[in-house]
């Protein structure tokens, strides 16, 4: 168990990766809408909500707010990724199939931390493989940090529990014992914090009653728009002064110093933290970006980008709860992101891992309800 808390990086080329999945994902997309004859549901809402964000996305970037000209075909492939994962996946492939696949990828990265600590350092152009800190209890086996560990780990955890709550096997336990110790020895804090907020609306929609979880959801938002307007107007209590969230506070302050005047309504597009917040932070804090999603939105297109993005994800959140024979486990997994992204700066759209794995969690989160709400038309392929 030792080699169990070293943290390892692992660098792996990106732009490989990127034009890996979206060759995936233009193929497999190509195929389900030739080939598969099935009825497709696409609700009206969400597909508006996720045109908007798109097209805001791609305003935002072919007026000049871009840091690379390689941004100019960002919006192409970012839409057909996203439109794929919330609307056709979740329709071809059950939920059992890919978060199961998911929880179970999550125990092999666990077992790849104990062999990849004896090997490291190893450096082989494509991928590097470094000690983290030998003086701290943490892994992240072959991720960059301990932080994308604990979020691919978050998905697993859910993926264990809703094969739990259907099949009650013991695969199913031991994979939630061990997505839950990837996640306590990444020591991601954001992430130990959304799952169990997460679990908690859970408990409450699964042994109390869905009306009860709502009003929970509500508080949950409630909470959040408070806690995003105290900093933005810096109505920063005492206590959280002293907490100041690894220094998070201070980067949400130069965020917010930097959304005055027309970046309010139209924010930055698409460049680099150099240009838009640095400025307005102690060198120390330099090109650490946002660390906060909800910011992070902003920044990227202003305050109706932001509107956006919690219609869709928080509505679709509080869609799910109020109709009826949902997944709890599903929807609990929408909490946990909703509460990550206070802390952490993914975004729903782009061609990485991360978008990816957001964007099939708030997709199987629409679907869940698309299938018992009728008011979702049917599109023919």
């Avoid at 959304?194 to 408990?203: K, L, N, T």
Wanted: net charge positive; hydrophobic share 55%.
């Amino acid at each position: 168990m030792t080699s169990l808390t070293k943290k390892i990086d692992i660098t792996i080329s990106s732009s490989v990766f990127t034009v890996v999945i979206i060759g995936l994902y233009t193929t497999y997309l190509t195929y389900m809408l030739i080939y598969d004859e099935r009825t497709w549901k696409v609700p009206k809402r969400e597909l508006l909500l996720a045109l908007t964000l798109l097209i805001i996305v791609a305003i935002r970037i072919f007026s000049g707010g871009y840091s690379s000209k390689s941004l100019l075909f960002f919006p192409v492939y970012t839409a057909v990724i996203l439109l794929t994962n919330l609307f056709i996946v979740p329709q071809a492939v059950s939920s059992d199939i890919l978060f199961g696949t998911i929880s179970r990828i999550t125990a092999i990265f666990a077992l790849l931390a104990i062999p990849i600590w004896f090997f490291a350092p190893i450096d082989v152009g494509v991928i590097k493989l470094i000690r983290w800190d030998d003086s701290f209890l943490q892994i992240s086996s072959i991720f960059a940090n301990p932080n994308a560990l604990a979020k691919f780990a978050m998905v697993g955890f859910f993926g264990a529990l809703l094969e739990y709550n259907r099949y009650q096997t013991n695969v199913a336990r031991v994979l939630l014992l061990i997505t839950t110790i990837v996640v306590l020895l990444s020591y991601s804090r954001a992430v130990i914090v959304g799952i169990v907020i997460a679990m908690i609306v859970y408990f409450i929609q699964t042994r109390i009653s869905s009306s009860a979880a709502i009003l929970c959801v509500s508080g949950l938002f409630a909470g959040l728009f408070c806690f995003l307007t105290i900093i933005y107007f810096g109505w920063i209590p005492f206590v959280l002064n002293d907490i100041h969230f690894s220094g998070r506070l201070i980067i949400w302050e130069g965020v917010v110093n930097s959304l005055k005047g027309e970046k309010f309504w139209i924010g930055y597009g698409f460049m680099p933290a150099s240009e838009t917040i640095d400025p307005y932070l102690p060198e120390r804090w330099h090109n650490h970006g946002p660390h906060n999603a909800y910011y992070r939105w902003w920044l990227r297109g202003g305050i109706v980008t932001v509107i956006t993005f919690l219609l869709l994800f928080w509505g679709t959140i509080f869609r799910h709860y109020q109709a009826p024979q949902t997944n709890p486990a599903i929807g609990a997994l929408g909490v946990a992101w909703a509460i990550v992204f206070l802390f952490d700066a993914s975004l729903l759209i782009g061609a990485g891992i991360f978008p990816v794995l957001i964007s099939l969690s708030l997709g199987y989160l629409i679907m869940d309800t698309a299938n018992i709400d009728s008011t979702a038309p049917d599109v023919q392929s």
